[in-house]
Structures are given as structure tokens and as C-alpha cells.
């Protein structure tokens, strides 16, 4: 059975940096895309980075470019996404996701970890 | 990157259909058959309906189904019932190898 639990949000001041974790159990981490997805409050999905089953390959939605880092280690079995300059409307529920079989496409959601970007 | 566009909400009445639009540009839906929908029940994390335009995971019900006609991709729902009862957001790859989703469509059963 597939698992994601996200974990490293909370509340955090503007500018400060801050790393979430995904641990990803139930299927064979090194052979699926991975994904970091936002909703802030009341808000729709955002998609923000995917990074390949081997971390060789990495995109990003124009609105974190440049500020957010995804990683993994395959080792651990776990997804990482380094914020940094942190803004206010980065508050957002933060879900990790993993790729359906062979697709391009998101099968499998954690349930997400709320950062608050807040002085 | 800019978000495919959907309506803000969909109503209908116990057994009826409805049908949810999702357009984009010839960049993304139109350019793939990577156009997947995903129900999200308040507090809780999304969950994969439709997947490659029209394909149903495992466990989803019949009554939901997917189409595509040019930049536009739709979601079906058929004998609605109250639990069909969610926001609902379509996804597609893009050509820059990105992924865009919907700006959201609240399904209301009356």
C-alpha cells in the first residue's frame, strides 16, 4: 500500500528557509517521478516541482524557480523540497506526490503539511 | 503557466449528469493525452479519477468519465449522488515538461 507522509511544516518567519521531508513507503521509491503540489487556504492546486526517479531530471512552475529546491535520496526513500525567502503567500498545505506508472501524470497524494509563512 | 481554466461551480440533482470543462492551449491539453481529474473532499488530500483523458483507476466508479476535444478536456459525472459532493481539478503535462492544474469546480448535489 502506497504512503506519503510529509512532514517538516509549521510556522516559519518571511525570508527564513525552511526543508520538507516526504517519507515514501509501499512501492519501489527509485523507479517513479516525484512532485511537491501547494494549496494555500481556500485556495486551488498549485503545482510547484517533479524531479525523475533518479533525481537527474528536475522542473519547476515559474513561481518558485529560483527559491525552491526538490531533491530526493533514494537511499532513504525520501522527497525533499528546500524553501528559501519565504513569503506570505507561500502559507500553504504542501503535498507530496508520486507519479502513476509510466506517466506523466499524479497518481498518489500524501496528506499534505501546512507551513505558515508568518512574522 | 498559466492554470487550465474550469468553472467555478457545477450543480445538479441526485441522478442527473453533469460535466465539468477544463480548457487550456495547444501547449498542454490540447498537445497530450495526459489530462488526468482528481475529487478532493474538504480537509483531505486529493484522489485520482481519470487519468491519460479517459482512463479510470482501479476502484473508481463508472459513473465518472472523460473526454478531450481539441484544448479542452471534460469530466462526465452520471447518476450523481450526494457523495460525487467535492471540488474537482483537472491536470495536464505540458511542453516544457511541467505539469499545470485547473482552477478548481465545486460540485454542488441540490
Known sequence: QVQLVESGGGVVQPGRPLRLSCAASGFTFNTFGMHWVRQAPGKGLEWMAVISHDGSDKYYADSV???????????????YLQTNSLR?????????????????????WGQGTLVTVSS | Q??????????????????????????????????????QQPGKAPKLMIYD???????????????????????????????????YYC???????????????????L
Open chain 1, 65 to 79: 524557480k529560483g527559491r525552491f529546491t526538490i531533491s530526493r535520496d533514494n537511499s532513504r526513500n525520501t522527497l
Open chain 1, 88 to 108: 506570505a503567500e507561500d502559507t500553504a498545505v504542501y503535498y507530496c506526490a508520486k507519479d502513476w506508472t509510466a506517466r506523466p501524470e499524479i497518481e498518489h
Open chain 2, 2 to 39: 498559466s492554470a487550465l481554466t474550469q468553472p467555478a461551480s457545477v450543480s445538479g440533482s441526485p441522478g442527473q449528469s453533469i460535466a465539468i470543462s477544463c480548457t487550456g492551449t495547444s501547449s498542454d491539453v490540447g498537445a497530450y493525452n495526459y489530462v488526468s481529474w482528481y475529487q
Open chain 2, 53 to 87: 483523458v479517459s482512463n479510470r483507476p482501479s476502484g473508481v466508479s463508472d459513473r465518472f468519465s472523460g473526454s478531450k476535444s481539441g484544448n479542452t478536456a471534460s469530466l462526465t459525472i452520471s447518476g450523481l449522488q450526494a457523495e460525487d459532493e467535492a471540488d
Open chain 2, 91 to 109: 491536470s495536464s503535462y505540458t511542453s516544457s515538461a511541467t505539469r499545470v492544474f485547473g482552477t478548481g469546480t465545486k460540485v454542488t448535489v
